[in-house]
T-cell receptor, first 116, second 115 residues
């Protein structure tokens, strides 16, 4: 069964520094997608970045990059040059392709606090 | 291109009452999903539509829950005889199966409080 584990309940970082949020996953499907979402206090889930299991290069989107280590089944999110507006909950999620199911399975999230 | 919208944003109801939520997906997105999120947890999948067909339902979706997507456009989620345990954030998402890795984009959610 697919599973996402986020072991960091909270992380603190100073403005302008980089931070890594951890995510490990478990699946028996060789084809899957990994996603990161940001959830501010307003509640909306904001899509940040996507990595396909067959993608050769790590995904990048602006200040976000995904450190994809397939053999270790990890998909850590790296935020460079943190900003105060980055303070939020961050969720890692996975979707299996070959099972035919389209649902995302989420981890429990990491709360990031960026201080001035 | 407008994002996913949900209505209402907040709903307070008494136990035993019926409630209905609406979701309008991003135009041209052929897939629509409902999730439920309780405090301190990540969203949990409830159900999924491809066009107007409901293709997948979670065991979390008891007989009191029903979802529709007439004509493959907006969707409604109805909860009958609400219970206090139904209090949660209900999130809707949409995606296009052939674009952007089928990435799901979420709406702002409907926060339900059952008294």
């Amino acid at each position: 069964a697919q599973k996402i584990t986020q072991t960091q309940p909270g992380m603190f970082v100073q403005e302008k520094e980089a931070v890594t949020l951890d995510c490990t996953y478990d699946t028996s499907d060789p084809s899957y997608g990994l996603f990161w979402y940001k959830q501010p206090s307003s509640g909306e889930m904001i899509f940040l970045i996507y990595q396909g299991s067959y993608d050769q290069q790590n995904a990048t989107e602006g200040r976000y990059s995904l450190n994809f280590q397939k053999a270790r089944k990890s998909a850590n999110l790296v935020i460079s040059a943190s900003q105060l507006g980055d303070s939020a909950m961050y969720f890692c999620a996975m979707r299996e392709v070959n099972t035919g199911f389209q649902k995302l399975v989420f981890g429990t999230g990491t709360r990031l606090l960026v201080s001035p | 291109d407008t994002g996913v919208s949900q209505d209402p944003r907040h709903k307070i109801t008494k136990r035993g009452q019926n409630v209905t939520f609406r979701c309008d997906p991003i135009s041209e997105h052929n897939r629509l999903y409902w999730y439920r999120q309780t405090l301190g947890q990540g969203p949990e999948f409830l159900t999924y539509f491809q066009n107007e067909a409901q293709l997948e339902k979670s065991r979390l979706l008891s007989d009191r829950f029903s979802a529709e997507r007439p004509k493959g456009s907006f969707s409604t989620l109805e909860i009958q005889r609400t219970e206090q345990g139904d209090s949660a954030m209900y999130l809707c998402a949409s995606s296009h199966m052939d674009r952007e890795g089928d990435t799901q984009y979420f709406g702002p959610g409907t926060r339900l409080t059952v008294l």
